[in-house]
């Protein structure tokens, strides 16, 4: 079985951040294959596995929250568009003036409160309680809410989740580390699975 890690990509394709989009589908592949009789269709198969996915993404909230961590792991940085010389918006010097590139979280949709507990604001900076911020934002919000803060409280998270779930714990790479995304991963799933289920509220809306 070849192996998935080569000279040219180095150690980050252990992770798969190295990857172009070609060689990410056909390692999964490759990984989905290992684990299915010997023989079976490549192609049906990635349907199959493009299908059911996609029904789990509306069905399941801890699995839709890993998808939308790993794509902000790996999806590349915006590309600037080239300008023509002396363009208009450049101010008279030929060359436009450099953007800030977005962060991953900028692009996602604002975070819309769906019940309001009094006493409690929700700040970058505060302590993070991951069963609050379900409260709070919902299970289909909370894995964006979790990606606003640093891998640092998301590790104070994880050992919050793990004092309610002993034995479970984030996935880790080879080295031990687990990533941001598997922590925000590993939260939901614990979160969400451990909390009843409820009729989704109504976002609060202020006068």
Known sequence: MA?????STGAAAVDGTALTPAERTSRALAHA???LPEGTNGKLLQAVLLEVAATALADDPAFA???RAR??????????????RGDSSSGGTGRRAPRATP????LLEPLVPIKHIPNYEITVE???????LLEVFG??????ALNQRSPADLQKAVALVQARHPGTG???STSGKASKPALIAYIVEQVISSTPTRPLERPIVHD
């Open 3 to 7: 192996t998935t890690t080569t000279a």
């Open 126 to 132: 505060g302590p993070l309680d991951p069963y609050l």
């Open 33 to 35: 294959q290992a684990t």
């Open 65 to 67: 929250a890993r998808v």
């Open 139 to 144: 299970a289909h919000q909370l894995a964006r």
């Open 71 to 84: 794509y902000a792991e790996v999806a590349p940085p915006p590309t600037r568009r080239a300008t023509k």
């Open 170 to 172: 984030p996935e880790r």
């Open 103 to 106: 962060k991953v979280s900028d």
